[in-house]
């Protein structure tokens, strides 16, 4: 098949992404497809051969992709760009993404996990992998899947949704509940996310948020482990969890970088075979009920007394060869190449079901 694996972008998670989609790209050709590496926000910029050849560039346009200890300059970035376009898309995304016969989304947070780009292929009439525009949409608003969840009977914790400006700072640091998590409605990655326990830390946490958005959720902070189910097809995938580093500082950094400051993965989680079933049973239940196919990933806390708290769902969660879905899969059986490829065949047969209603 021909294959666009759309990556990049401009949403704070772009290195991520590029990691994402490089290496999803690399496997699918290793599986016998023609595809291609296209950067959202940049598209063609630089290729030099024919646009009817383009699916055959040797390297499918792959360069190397790394996720740096920051999170990436996006003014800089935009900045690069010889098309001064206000357009989001670049140049020739779109017109490439017509001639394939999947567009494999690599993409995370903006544009990518938030429906919009599932959109515009919907109206062009091009398969793409993962949920439709509208679950998308819905999971990614954190205050929107809270009140899924809260409809459906799934336990998250107790929050609520704040539009903060600058100036009200100083009396919400006093009046919001402590310890609590701070989250930009829309992040990822753990971008915008602060997990203040005094009034002090509070008062930054909701400084800090303003430099991703105003619109965020203030949500009772439990404490516990961390696990992440994934979701593929109709099944839940065996439960990962997440142990903090050391300085029990989980940030994008222990996320994505090795050493001390890294967080570390247990894949299954050591966890009573009652409460995996019980987690697996709840995150399809959320799943569904925010309308999502193919693929998800719930991120929930098991709390001391072993009951179970979901947080919010990634659509697109990360897919390189280290990512959770992947070692989950890998559980099962599947390899990272087959699990990419029963991506597309999944998100193939989503899109035919779509059409037909």
Known sequence: MKIVVLGGGTSTERAVSLVTATSVCKALRRRGHK????????GLEGYQGQLGEIFDA???????????????????????????????????????CRM????FLGLHGADGEDGKIQAALDLLGVPYTGSSSLGSAMA??????????ESAGIRTPKWQELTIRREEIASLSESLPVPCAVKVVDGGSSIGVSLPDTREELR???????RYGSRVVVEEKIVGRELTVPILGERALCPIEIVPPESGKFDYISKY??????????????????????????ALRLHKALGLSVYSRADVMLDREGRA????????PGMTPASLIPKAAAVDG????????RIVQLSLAQRQKERSC
């Open 35 to 42: 595809a291609i590496f296209v950067d959202l926000f940049f």
């Open 58 to 96: 040797p390297d499918g346009l792959c360069g190397e992709a790394a996720i740096e200890r920051e999170a990436p300059d996006l003014a800089s970035i935009r900045a690069k760009r010889l098309d001064k376009s206000p357009s989001r898309i670049g140049p020739g995304v779109l017109e490439v």
């Open 100 to 103: 394939a016969d999947c567009v």
């Open 140 to 149: 990614m608003d954190k205050a929107v899947a809270k009140r899924i969840m």
């Open 204 to 210: 930054a946490a909701l400084e800090n948020v303003l």
């Open 257 to 282: 970088q090795p050493g001390a400051d890294a967080a570390s993965e247990i894949c299954p989680a050591p966890i009573p075979a009652e409460i995996t079933e019980e987690l697996q049973r709840e």
């Open 309 to 316: 708290w979901f947080l919010e769902v990634n659509t697109l």
């Open 334 to 341: 599947l390899s990272y190449e087959e699990l990419c490829e």
